[in-house]
Structure formats: structure tokens, C-alpha cells
């Protein structure tokens, strides 16, 4: 019913930027939160950051001042803008959104994951 599809990732040197996206599409009546998590090699997946439907932001803290997250509601689609980028910042990013459906139905869902390299 809900796809989410991450792009943008890749290998940036340490300092870079990326800027991430995640569309959703389906038969969508409504989008609440959106959000970013991670997961590197060998660890649990952990939140970054989230956006609500009114633009209340959170970030873990240490994304902060650094990573920004926006949306644009008529795109379903939300950006991660990740500058100075660091080694320990490696992980595969997966977005999230909270939907509500034309059945009514709400549910959490989740994107295939976009690969964020760091390395030298």
C-alpha cells in the first residue's frame, strides 16, 4: 500500500555533505512524522533525527548542529541534509513514516535503506 524509496546516499570524505531523500507513495490520505534512523556494521539501528507533520524537529545528539532535517508535504518526501560529515557517521540510513491510508488504517513504515559511506 506505502512504498518508501531512500536516495542520495553514497562516499563522502570526512567534512562533506549528502542530502539524502525519502518519497513516499501509495494510496496515502496522510503523512504524521517522517524520520531518519541508522544502522552501522555490527550495531543496533538508532534514531537520527524526525520531523512532525507541524515541523517539530528532533535529532539525536550527536547529529546535532549538523544534520537538518526538512520535508515538503505536496512531495510526500522528506530530506536529510548531513554536513561535516564524519567516519563514525557510516551507516545505512533508513527512512520512516508514520501513515495513514485511504482505508483509514495507520501504520508505521519503513524504506529499503540508502548506504552513507565516510571515508578518506
Known amino acids: 500500500q506505502v512504498q518508501l524509496v531512500e536516495s542520495g546516499g553514497g562516499l563522502m570524505q570526512p567534512g562533506g555533505s549528502l542530502r539524502p531523500s525519502c518519497a513516499a507513495s501509495?494510496?496515502?490520505?496522510?503523512?504524521?512524522?517522517m524520520g531518519w534512523y541508522r544502522q552501522a556494521p555490527g550495531k543496533q539501528r538508532e534514531f537520527v533525527a524526525s520531523?512532525?507533520?507541524?515541523?517539530?524537529?528532533e535529532y539525536v545528539p550527536s547529529v546535532m548542529g549538523r544534520f537538518f532535517i526538512s520535508r515538503d508535504h505536496a512531495k510526500n518526501t522528506a530530506f536529510l541534509q548531513m554536513n561535516s560529515l564524519k567516519p563514525e557517521d557510516t551507516a545505512v540510513y533508513y527512512c520512516?513514516?508514520?501513515?495513514?491510508?485511504?482505508?483509514?488504517?495507520?501504520?508505521?513504515?519503513w524504506g529499503q535503506g540508502t548506504q552513507v559511506t565516510v571515508s578518506s
Open positions: 520531523i512532525g507533520l507541524g515541523g517539530r524537529t
Open positions: 520512516n513514516a508514520d501513515v495513514v491510508v485511504i482505508t483509514g488504517a495507520r501504520f508505521r513504515s
Open positions: 501509495g494510496s496515502i490520505r496522510a503523512i504524521h512524522d
